[in-house]
């Protein structure tokens, strides 16, 4: 008796194979998408007038954007422009235009970008080459964008020229459609761009997102326009990233310089120009502006692929910064419509060089409490550490010196926004320091709450009259203990040590107290 020869069992087990590849979840960010696509595309060339919005291109579902290719039509004089007697405004192009995407008849878009920038061709120059697997860019305005983008029922892309920024526009879009096929994935592609000038020097970080779950960050662009001459634009420090601050896991990623994120090492200073796979600085110029040294024009990226960053509840991402005019170009995936918070700006503040100083173009965030923190303490041989242990003495006291009242990012505090030192380095952080946050939580009954708490380096926590010894730890890892609340004000402290540990000077933690009903008991900032 002989088997079967291998070349009889070959189609069976190639078709086992494919039936599998097509039902598993595909491409880098693993997207739900049905098995058997239809290719389709659509090529159109459509001129805008100035200050007109157009509804450039339009998708049913269910469905998937793969490929997105613009490019603008030539200046005058160069052999082709939008009409003969057209003279449009070239300086800063990229930035007098907005591209948005709708996904499935929301009316807040998905996507909402000067076009330049969304494809990470920043300061309003027209190209410089950027080669990764989701975003190229080639000579005379060639870009073109691999994001994967599903929706259910229907996409939309629209455009809106600035009042001086009539154009043509040459549109490529390769998509997938499902006929008769159901859409599982609930995730969407978002992108955002963002701009501030100037940001504060060793102050609270440059805000690139902040997002609902679930969702996935996908990856940034970021152009600096050197302004400060106190250090190098690299030093304010590097990407801060605050996940899940009210979940069961909260994780926080902090980078070291800001060269250092784009894996460029010691390109703070003086770069030369390299595109790579997820990560390099693209644009990288000197220029004179009359100071002791030249100012960087420079714009970083990363993707976030081996290294993927989820996020279940929430996800706040800030990078360090000194004075400078910074803008951000972000791209991440989420359930439902994305909450916006920021609004595009009035066309003049949208160009490198206005002013546009944090808060103009920002929305309202999501209020999950304030603390007061108090000053910078030292604590050479855990001296505040000991003191914050020691049995209390009838009403507590504030230390000496200035209190600041803070907000939480999604249950985060983080002491480095305050308290930085002012000194020249590569995101500087004070050392064998301590300082204290204070807040209010109000129990509507008698109970006994479970205290949440994520940190690094050593923490007490004190509720009203009692001192905990939440210990030491190394990495950020959370820590969750029972804590008796009595009804009404219940007066919460939480003291943490600052070393450079393993995330080069991290002074963040993270906090969450709930009822035995798992309702959330709000931290509020006493009052002065």
């Not at 339009?58 to 003969?84: N, Y």
Request: glycine letters at 10%; aromatic letters at 12%; a neutral charge.
């Amino acid at each position: 008796m002989c088997s079967l020869p291998p070349i009889r069992r070959l189609p069976f087990l190639a078709l086992l194979a494919f039936s599998l590849a097509q039902a598993a979840p595909s491409g880098p960010f693993n997207l739900d998408l049905p098995a058997e696509p239809v290719s389709d595309h659509v090529a159109i060339t459509k001129s805008i007038s100035a200050g007109e919005t157009v509804n450039y291109a339009t998708f049913d579902g269910p469905g998937c954007i793969k490929r997105i290719w613009i490019t603008l039509a030539r200046p005058v004089g160069s052999g082709r422009s939008v009409a003969p007697d057209a003279k449009p405004s070239r300086a800063f192009q990229n930035r007098k235009i907005i591209l948005r995407i709708y996904f499935d008849g929301a009316k807040t878009p998905n996507v909402e970008a000067p076009l330049g920038d969304f494809f990470g061709v920043m300061h309003g120059v027209d190209y410089y080459p950027v080669n990764t697997p989701f975003v190229s860019v080639k000579e005379h305005n060639g870009y073109e964008c691999f994001f994967e983008m599903p929706f259910a029922k229907s996409a939309r892309l629209e455009i809106t020229n600035a009042p001086d920024a009539s154009n043509s526009f040459y549109l490529q879009v390769a998509w997938h459609r499902y006929p008769d096929q159901e859409m599982k994935e609930k995730r969407r592609f978002s992108a955002q761009w963002r701009r501030e000038m100037p940001t504060p020097r060793y102050g609270n970080d440059y805000m690139i997102l902040d997002a609902d779950g679930p969702g996935q960050l996908i990856g940034f662009f970021y152009g600096v326009r050197l302004i400060d001459s106190v250090d190098r634009w690299s030093h304010g420090g590097a990407e801060n990233i605050y996940i899940d601050g009210l979940g069961d896991q909260p994780a926080y990623i902090r980078g070291i310089g800001g060269e250092d994120t784009f894996a460029t090492s010691y390109g703070g200073v003086l770069h030369r120009p390299e595109t790579h796979l997820y990560d390099g600085i693209p644009y990288y110029v000197s220029e004179d502006t009359g100071e002791a040294r030249s100012a960087q024009r420079l714009v970083g990226y990363r993707f976030y692929v081996a290294d993927s960053i989820r996020f279940k509840q929430s996800l706040r991402f800030q990078f360090g910064s000194m004075e400078n005019d910074i803008a951000s170009m972000v791209y991440w995936y989420q359930e439902g419509t994305p909450r916006r918070f920021v609004k595009m700006p009035e066309w003049g503040k949208m160009l490198p060089g206005a002013e546009l100083k944090a808060g103009q173009m920002d929305l309202a965030l999501p209020g999950d409490g304030a603390w007061n923190l108090g000053p910078v303490l030292e604590n050479e041989d855990s001296v505040a550490i000991k003191a914050a242990l020691k049995p209390a003495s009838g009403k507590a006291e504030k230390p000496a010196g200035e209190w600041t009242k803070q907000a939480t990012i999604h249950g985060f505090v983080d002491f480095n926004h305050l308290h930085r030192p002012g000194t020249r380095g590569v995101g500087t952080h004070y050392r064998k320091k301590a300082a204290e946050a204070v807040s209010v939580i109000e129990a509507p009954a008698d109970m006994v709450a479970k205290i949440r708490l994520a940190w690094d380096g050593r923490l007490v926590l004190r509720v009203n009259d009692t001192a905990t010894d939440f210990g030491t730890n190394g990495p950020f890892r959370q820590r969750t203990m029972e804590i008796p609340l009595k009804k009404g004000a219940n007066r919460v402290s939480v003291l943490l040590s600052n070393d450079t540990g393993s995330n080069h000077g991290g002074w963040a933690f993270a906090f969450r107290a709930t009822a035995p009903d798992g309702t959330l008991l709000v931290p509020r900032a006493e009052e002065k």
